[in-house]
């Protein structure tokens, strides 16, 4: 059955109007859309598709207003510290359903020196949802395509918590108990940092505190030393007050192995403090990286310069090899002046040639405090030997007749300490050995 496609009827117009023009363009209005099917029909789709155009508008509208009104977000930003501290947090919170998981490899290390790995799970990109004090909370771990850490080359990640609006107290909860979980394993640890670009990055894994007494300086020197740090520490509002930039410098020098290093592990152990390591001597390093990086320790830290002479020293010799070592020493001194943070800022620096120093570093304010740390002591031979050989005194007595008389001098505490590791469990056979001593490289 053919259709017949729908005619206007021109005559029906002209005759149900009444001769006027308005009246002949309302019947035709009439005729044409209202009695024509094709109008009609379109029309009424118009009218239907507008409709849940609108509904479809409400909709979004009111669940955004829904959404702002009953739920909360919380976004922590890779680049804040929490971050780390809430994925570790995930990695052990039994109450989550994850199907993303991501793993991180942490090697352990134990105090007889062994290394064990651990795999911990974290929450991978992607949706997870957990369940925290009673409360629903949607983790959304989101990795953003196109922006990149520039100075590692991770790109730049975020985590939203979402969770109802009457729950957003819980945000505070577990953040502060991810805080304490992570500064929990760093617990009786010393943080080492190092310089990566611009910023601080911890170096390896946190290491067990070096205790102030497996450092035996000369007497009471160490006592000096660190009660000078503690006095500082409490001092905040003495140097605020005069207007004073709170800061302290020290400079330990003497020859090597003299116990330099591992004397700073061990104040900022005391100190409960973490350690920034700077090698002046790195070639990438500008003035205005240092600068920043001397502005932007992390807190409770101590920055070391280790060996401040040979930084300049390099850098004579480099420029004669066609390149130059970036920074340089006016840059260390502004640097230096210039960290101008309101927490307190210590600094070593240590060195086996202070002569080499220019005395515009060993100004006070730069350098307030010098110590010699020397080659060791006969107070030094006999506490070393003693710790060696725990209150072996009898042993310790013939050691140190023996030192004497051969008249051993410019006797390095580390040289001590590998005569004493070398024969570990024998002090007569480390007194028989006694001359090797003398040849300070010698290898046994
Ligand atoms: N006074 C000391 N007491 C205990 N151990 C020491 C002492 N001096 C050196 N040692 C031991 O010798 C080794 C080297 O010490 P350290 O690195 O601290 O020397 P340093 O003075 O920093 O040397 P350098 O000037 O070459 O950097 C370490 O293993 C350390 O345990
Ligand atoms: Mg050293």
């Known amino acids: 059955m053919s259709q017949q496609a729908p005619t206007i009827d021109f005559d029906k117009i002209r005759s149900s109007s009444d001769g006027s023009v308005s009246g002949m363009m309302s019947s035709a209005f009439e005729e044409v859309v209202v009695n024509n099917p094709y109008f009609a029909a379109g029309g009424g789709l118009m009218l239907l598709g507008t409709g849940l155009a609108l509904t479809r508008q409400a909709v979004i509208r009111s669940s955004g207003l829904i959404y ?10 890779s680049k804040d510290k929490s971050y780390l501290w809430f994925l570790e947090w995930m990695s052990q919170y039994k109450h989550r359903s994850s199907r993303h998981l991501s793993v991180e490899t942490n090697f352990v290390q134990h105090n007889n020196g062994a290394v064990t790995t651990k795999f911990s799970l974290v929450p991978g990109p992607g949706k997870h949802l957990i369940r925290y004090k009673g409360a629903f909370m949607l983790v959304n771990r989101e990795r953003s395509g196109k922006l990149i850490d520039m100075t590692n080359g991770s790109p730049f990640e975020t985590v939203r918590l979402t969770t109802l609006y009457r729950d957003r107290y819980l945000f505070s909860d577990l953040l502060t108990e991810a805080k304490t979980m992570a500064l929990k394993i760093r617990e009786g640890k010393t943080v080492i940092y190092t310089s990566w670009g611009p910023e601080w990055r911890p170096f390896g894994q946190p290491r ?20 000078d740090v503690q006095d500082f520490l409490k001092s905040g509002e003495w140097y605020h007050n005069r207007g004073i930039p709170y800061r302290r410098g020290y400079l330990l020098y003497g020859p090597p192995g003299s116990g330099k290093t591992s004397f700073i592990q061990a104040v900022a152990g005391e100190l409960d403090y973490n350690i920034c390591i700077l090698n002046l001597s790195e070639k990438n390093l500008t003035d205005d990286r240092l600068n920043h990086l001397m502005n932007h320790i992390p807190d409770r830290s101590i920055l070391v310069l280790e060996d401040v002479d040979a930084a300049f020293n390099k850098r004579e010799q480099s420029s004669e090899q066609g390149y130059t070592s970036g920074v340089t020493f006016s840059g260390l001194l502004n640097a230096l002046d210039g960290v101008a943070s309101a927490e307190e800022c210590i600094t070593f620096m240590t060195t086996n040639h202070p002569e080499k120093l220019d005395p515009a570093l060993l100004r006070p304010g730069r350098v307030d405090l010098k110590v010699l740390i020397g080659n060791a002591t006969e107070y030094q031979v006999r506490n070393m030997f003693l710790k060696f050989y725990e209150n072996d005194e009898q042993n310790c007595d013939i050691f140190m007749k023996k030192f004497k008389e051969l008249g051993l001098k410019d006797v390095s505490t580390a040289q001590l300490q590998g005569l004493f590791v070398y024969n570990k469990r024998d002090p007569t056979a480390a007194t028989a050995m006694i001359e090797t001593l003398k040849r300070p490289n010698d290898a046994f």
């Open 68 to 77: 702002r009104q009953l739920l909360v977000d919380l976004e922590i930003p």
């Open 208 to 227: 067990s505190k070096r205790l102030m007494g497996s450092v035996i300086l000369d007497e009471g020197l160490d006592k000096m030393i660190i009660e």
